[in-house]
DNA sequence: GGGAAATACTTAACATGTTAAATGAATGCG
DNA sequence: CGCATTCATTTAACATGTTAAGTATTTCCC
């Protein structure tokens, strides 16, 4: 054997280290990434035994606050994707947790709200999960919360009209 | 604070407002959720023109800086889920952009390695990515940026060992 | 040494993310 | 009025997230 420390591509083996980037398990994506699924991790199981995924809860959690919401609003709120929501509104109103019916003026426009069951589904989740919001507070310490939820705002912030399309003076 | 000024339920739309949450846009994991698809908005283009995926691109990063990995090392540092990463290095082998072979001494662990290939098209897409790392950290300062880090990391420690199965003094 | 249990990985099934295209309805304007 | 354009929503197609189950190996241990 002969001994080539630093050209890994003697053996059989691709050499790789060629391409000089940051670490990327340091890089702000994943950091986000991580820290969104360590907390997630804490709701899902709740979530699950009601039989509500994440992006459910989130139209419910939305609904529950207004009156009723056009989709395209509905989706901005929740922060899902058009299509994503067009399915799930789908699922929602088939298991009667959502209501749904076309706007008088606008015959594209469909006003959604959510269903007294809904309601009801929504007051058996809130009890556990306001538990578990509260515990990750109390660990993490709500001030330095409240820190991190304002850095993160301003992060959006300043990527907001970056890229995207257009900046002052883009041409497509 | 007893007083409740509002009743929307007087018309024929559906009574909302009645579970009492926090107001859900200010939730952590929305913050978190809107933070990362801010930062990702700004790659995604340019990964998308190379071809790749974020995931996909993840698995690069992570093979390049290594020899070899096991599937199982692999999902860990690219933070991918089994049944993900399985799909994706399929996809990745068929496009010989990696290569695996079965270890030696244990038939059932599959050592993953970037090919050349890969590495090229590496080399075409770390440029512009970089740019645009270095573009957000300007704009968000490297500063802030460090200190964002610092405090997701922590409230990814402070969250460790939380729920998952497992409370104090339960050890497998 | 042989079978139960553990391990590494893959498949399966369903839900969502993501982009493009389609559908149906309102609007603008000649 | 007629018709191209815009708009709101859905459908389509493909990729990943998520949990459960399956498959092939290996290890444990009697």
Redesign the interface.
């Known amino acids: 054997m002969t001994k080539r420390p630093a050209d ?1 591509a003697s053996g059989n ?31 899902r ?1 709740n979530l699950r035994e009601h039989g509500l995924t ?1 992006q459910q809860w ?1 139209i419910l ?8 919401a056009e989709v395209t609003e509905l989706a901005r ?1 929740a ?1 899902l994707l058009g299509p994503s929501l067009s399915r799930i509104l789908r699922d929602l109103e088939a298991r009667n947790l959502i ?1 749904r019916k076309t706007a008088k003026t606008d015959q594209r426009r469909s006003m959604v ?4 069951e809904g ?1 009801k589904l ?2 058996s989740v ?1 009890p556990s ?2 538990a ?2 509260a ?2 507070t109390q ?2 310490g709500a001030r ?2 409240a ?3 304002e ?6 912030q ?3 009209g ?3 399309g257009n900046a002052a003076g883009a041409e497509e």
């Open positions: 890994p083996a691709p050499a790789a280290r060629q391409v000089p980037m940051r670490d990327f398990s340091r890089s702000l994506p994943m950091s986000l990434l991580r820290a969104r699924e360590a907390v997630m991790r804490q709701f199981p994440e989130r959690r939305a609904l529950a606050a207004i009156e009723a709120t922060f209501e709200s959510i269903s007294r309601l929504m007051a809130a999960s306001e578990i919001y515990e990750i660990r993490f330095k919360l820190e991190l939820q850095m993160l705002g301003e992060l959006e300043s990527l907001a970056l890229g995207a």
